[in-house]
């Protein structure tokens, strides 16, 4: 069975400061990975994929995220975070292996980033 | 881009009684979602629907049901509601072999 850890529920940084949040992972076979990031009160808003090629992702909002095979991991990075980044962040993973029915993805519990100015 | 819409942003019903959640998208997706999220717990998989008329039950299934009669509407089906089935209920869209989900805005459901 996959599973996602997000080991921090909050994240909190100054304004200005490199952002990062951590996403580990567990899946058969080769992994899709994703980042999603929720506004208050809202539906969740793709930022970002890794599905092959280089293990730095670029995305929205200038996040990016780096996959590491070795470690299983696929942590979000802002190299200067703002106050508009505060948001609830959720790491996603499946296997890449297509199946007939379906194509689930699993869910880390989330991370609250809090940007204060 | 594809839209996926949620019936109702907020919710309120009586323990017991019969809810429908609707949710619809417009692109044509194959696949469709239902999540509940829970503070802590992140997202957990309700039930997903391949194909019209197709369902398969996801982790936490107990509670409801679904029904996928035409291929751009799910519908969540809570058969008798109870408060722990307060939460945000999440649906998502994607066509299949897809590399991700598009989401609604969510129902926040209160059971009282």
């Known amino acids: 069975a996959q599973s996602v850890a997000q080991p921090e529920d909050q994240v909190n940084v100054a304004e200005g400061n490199p952002l990062t949040v951590k996403c580990t992972y567990s899946?058969?076979?080769?992994?899709?990975l994703f980042w999603y990031v929720q506004y208050p009160n809202r539906g969740l808003q793709f930022l970002l994929k890794?599905?092959?090629?280089?293990?730095l992702v670029k995305g929205s909002y200038g996040f990016e995220a780096e996959f590491n095979k070795s470690q299983t991991s696929f942590h979000l990075k802002k190299p200067s975070a703002l106050v508009s980044d505060s948001a609830l962040y959720f790491c996603?993973?499946?296997?890449?292996?297509?199946?007939?029915?379906?194509?689930?993805?699993?869910f880390g519990g989330g991370t609250r980033v809090l940007v204060k100015p | 881009d594809v839209k996926v819409t949620q019936s109702s942003r907020y919710l309120v019903k009586r323990t017991g009684e019969k809810v429908f959640l609707e949710c619809v998208q417009d692109?044509?997706?194959?696949?469709m979602f239902w999540y509940r999220q829970d503070p802590g717990l992140g997202l957990r998989l309700i039930y997903f629907?391949?194909?019209?008329?197709?369902?398969e039950k996801g982790d936490i299934p107990e509670g409801y049901s679904v029904s996928r009669e035409k291929k751009e509407r799910f519908s969540l089906i809570l058969e008798s509601a109870s408060t722990n089935q307060t939460s945000m209920y999440l649906c998502?869209?994607?066509?299949?072999?897809?590399?991700?989900?598009?989401f609604g805005s969510g129902t926040r459901l209160t059971v009282v």
């Open positions: 998502a869209s994607s066509i299949a072999g897809a590399r991700g989900y598009t």
């Open positions: 899946v058969s076979g080769n992994p899709y």
């Open positions: 890794y599905i092959t090629g280089d293990n």
């Open positions: 996603a993973v499946r296997p890449s292996m297509i199946k007939a029915a379906g194509n689930k993805l699993t």
């Open positions: 692109m044509d997706h194959e696949n």
């Open positions: 629907s391949y194909d019209v008329k197709m369902k």
